[in-house]
């Protein structure tokens, strides 16, 4: 794959700096490849839909990404677009090549059961190790080493939305409970869950409540559960 002369690769980041470099490395490295960018969400998807008879063998991402010109980057954005990517295009290889890699612990199941190559690039990583994990991915590995060192947090969808709906939004559990259409006790007992996966648990000699919430957020942000 490395030596096709029919390789076409889109990356896609919206800061041009990184994307400059980016395609300056891949055309040393595949001269001969066809390098498409993005810088948005809706331009990814636009550019998939124009090449459609004749995909990228390869889909080099950035995580933190806007929906289109003008929002904001955002880590959820490029969850989201890699969760549309897998299922619209099962075979796709890909490669997160970004700085937000611990962010894909949400979205691991669906990794794990993607038909294409996937790898995963920190951007502290070198020029050379970087170019390994492109070539991984277009020979159909999966590498995911990197989302997580060590064990492998178990994410109920419920309890993330809890985190979610806390502190994207700032509401309370009675508003979480009328969101999400259950009762206040059961948001309490997510909670619980969430802190207990978290390994958040309030001191012997403090029970402050508000400070357990303040230690739930930065610990699901230090694992990549929220942005």
Do not use: C
């Not at 993005?38 to 889909?59: C, D």
């Amino acid at each position: 794959m490395s030596e096709s002369e029919n390789l076409k690769i889109l990356v896609v980041d919206d800061h041009e700096v990184v994307l400059g470099g980016t395609i300056d490395l891949l055309k040393r490295q595949y001269p001969h490849a066809e390098i498409l960018t993005a810088q948005t969400v809706e331009a990814v998807q636009q550019q998939l839909k124009a090449n459609a008879a004749n995909l990228p063998n390869l889909v080099v991402l950035d995580l933190s990404l806007p929906e289109k010109i003008g929002d904001t980057a955002q880590a959820e954005a490029g969850i989201r677009l890699l969760r549309t990517l897998m299922h619209d295009y099962p075979t796709l290889n890909l490669t997160v090549q970004s700085t937000y890699v611990k962010a894909l612990v949400r979205i691991k199941p669906e990794i794990d059961k993607h038909g294409g190559g996937f790898t995963v690039a920190d951007k502290g990583l070198s020029s050379k190790e970087m170019l390994v994990r492109v070539d991984w991915a277009l020979n159909g590995i999966t590498h995911t080493k990197d989302i997580r060192r060590g064990r492998m947090l178990e994410i109920k969808p419920d309890w993330l939305n809890v985190l979610k709906l806390a502190f994207y939004e700032g509401l309370q559990d009675r508003a979480i409970a009328e969101r999400m259409n259950v009762s206040e006790r059961t948001v309490r007992h997510y909670w619980t869950k969430i802190q207990d996966i978290l390994e958040v648990y309030p001191e012997e000699d403090k029970q402050d409540g508000k400070n357990i919430r303040i230690q739930t957020e930065i610990r699901a942000r230090e694992e990549g559960l929220i942005d």
